[in-house]
């Protein structure tokens, strides 16, 4: 399968614990993105690479939270000290693109977090 | 920055029937316009999309319409079948240059056999 993988799929964590989640986007992708997904709603940007700059963060970015693409390949994204409101899908997507022209996202099936 | 309005919030139709799903956008600026299938524990796949330099897009059962001046755009299945029952979304560029999208609440289309 060559598209984009995350791993863990499920999470299941206490509430003050990290987490680290993984994306490996698809081959020879340069841009990576990271949103969440609530109950009901659709995605939310969260942040994003192209290689291993970070260009792009959303105000839903709160300092618990930090992203790295360290080589411009997968992608990490952790949360320190969860809270119950970080209960969400958190979903990666990658595409291929070297000008302004907006290119497709291809998404991940996501990684489901849920804090007690 | 970017609002898109989506309506309906669920859709059920009959199998055979079309289905239009419709959205709103507030930046003039925007240019690229996608829609996502998303189906029960999966990401989001991409059905469609459509830039601002044409007025409609298809691809076999599906089209997309846009209408730059009243900053709409629509989602049309027609002859639809069962298999696609999803959760629909409608996205944009969350600002004009920048590459995070901004999606739609989403639209629960259910085709019933």
């Known amino acids: 399968d060559t598209g984009v993988s995350q791993n863990p799929r499920h999470k299941i964590t206490k509430r003050g614990q990290n987490v680290t989640f993984r994306c490996d986007p698809i081959?020879?992708?340069?841009?990576l993105y990271w949103y969440r997904q609530t109950l009901g709603q659709g995605p939310e940007f969260l942040t994003y690479?192209?290689?291993?700059?970070?260009?792009?963060k959303s105000r839903l970015l709160s300092d618990r939270f930090s992203a790295e693409r360290p080589k411009g390949s997968f992608s990490t994204l952790e949360i320190q000290r969860t809270e119950q409101g970080d209960s969400a899908m958190y979903l990666c997507a990658s595409s291929l693109g070297d000008g302004a022209y907006q290119e497709t996202q291809y998404f991940g099936p996501g990684t489901r977090l849920l804090v007690l | 920055g970017e609002n898109v309005e989506q309506h309906p919030s669920t859709l059920s139709v009959q199998e055979g029937d079309s289905a239009v799903i419709k959205c709103t956008y507030s930046?003039?600026?925007?240019?690229?316009f996608p829609w996502y299938k998303q189906e029960l524990g999966k990401g989001p796949q991409l059905i469609i999309d459509?830039?601002?330099?044409?007025g409609e897009k298809k691809d076999q059962r599906i089209a997309v319409t846009l209408n730059k001046t009243a900053k709409h755009f629509s989602l049309h299945i027609t002859e639809t079948q069962p298999e696609d029952s999803a959760v629909y979304f409608c996205a944009a560029p969350s600002k004009a240059g920048r590459r995070a999208l901004t999606f739609g609440s989403g639209t629960r289309l259910q085709v019933q056999p």
């Open positions: 081959s020879e992708h340069n841009r």
């Open positions: 690479f192209q290689n291993e700059a970070q260009l792009e």
């Open positions: 930046d003039s600026a925007s240019n690229y």
């Open positions: 459509i830039r601002s330099n044409v």
